[in-house]
């Protein structure tokens, strides 16, 4: 295996690896060596996930918007494996797509929660672990957290707040070789997005409004996390990397 894909020896916690990106990079770190701490609101998918894992993975029902379920998944890795070197802060929804003057405080309020304080309280306790060896967190944000996304105000507000985290906690940890990254993608189709497909037009906006005239798949979003992720790539950090087919280059 080429070393800069090599992740023999780690552990990895991911949030949201029921399904969709969290679901398909457990099964792309593992394939490459690591071993697996997973969490999903959705217990039932996600055991039907990783029933491939056996003994190298641990699974939880967490709720990432609750300061305990983020402690205990980092301490599920503690307790299964004794060590922490990648934490992805995955789990995400979405919303109703409304124009601002239709917004209501209820879609901002979850989405604060469960997109942005999770993304916090993630770090809160993934970082200590990583202080004495290292690490690499990749926090998911979004093409929405660079620009504005028509009808997704607050899911654009939210996306934006985790690369302010995301450059923050990078200053503060550099010097201790804890890596903090944000990946923001393109349009990618898993199950956040599904409602937005259905709506009149926006499939034929997104594909138009890409210079490589199609969206990302799953599996290149993955490719994409794991390339920040390696640990060859061990200078990089602070950064929010578009992975959208040039869309932010136009
Ligand atoms: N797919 C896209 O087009 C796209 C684009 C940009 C960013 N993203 C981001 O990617 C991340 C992953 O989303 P996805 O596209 O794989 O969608 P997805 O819906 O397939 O996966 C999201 C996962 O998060 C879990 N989850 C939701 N709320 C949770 C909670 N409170 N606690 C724990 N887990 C919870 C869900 O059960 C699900 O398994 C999200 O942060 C999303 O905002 C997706």
Do not use: W
């Not at 300061?67 to 934490?87: S, T």
């Not at 202080?131 to 990749?138: F, R, T």
């Not at 997704?152 to 985790?162: D, F, Q, T």
């Amino acid at each position: 295996m080429d070393s800069l894909l090599d992740f023999s020896g780690k552990v990895a916690l991911i949030t949201g690896a029921a399904s969709g990106f969290g679901a398909l990079l457990a099964k792309g770190l593992h394939e490459r060596g690591a071993k697996l701490v997973l969490g999903d609101i959705n217990i039932a998918g996600l055991e039907e996930a990783s029933a491939a894992y056996g003994d190298d993975a641990v699974l939880l029902r967490i709720d990432v918007s609750k300061e305990e379920d983020c402690q205990a998944l980092v301490q599920a890795a503690a307790d299964k494996f004794g060590r922490l070197d990648i934490a992805v802060n995955n789990a995400g929804v979405g919303h109703e797509m409304l124009a601002t003057h239709e917004q209501t405080g209820d879609i901002f309020d979850r989405q604060y929660e469960v997109n942005l304080k999770s993304v916090m309280l993630g770090m809160k306790h993934q970082i200590p672990n990583m202080l004495k060896d290292g690490g690499a967190i990749l926090n998911v944000s979004s093409m929405a957290g660079i620009g504005g996304a028509p009808k997704l105000g607050p899911y654009a507000a939210v996306k934006h707040g985790v690369i302010g985290l995301t450059k923050t906690a990078a200053v503060e940890y550099a010097a201790k070789n804890v890596r903090v990254n944000a990946i923001c993608p393109f349009f990618s189709p898993t199950n956040i997005g599904a409602g937005m497909l259905k709506e009149d037009g926006v499939e034929d906006m997104l594909v138009r409004g890409c210079p490589m005239r199609r969206y990302g798949t799953v599996q290149e979003m993955v490719n994409a996390m794991m390339l920040i992720l390696s640990p060859g790539n061990s200078y990089m950090t602070g950064q929010a990397i578009a992975v959208d087919g040039a869309v932010s280059a136009i």
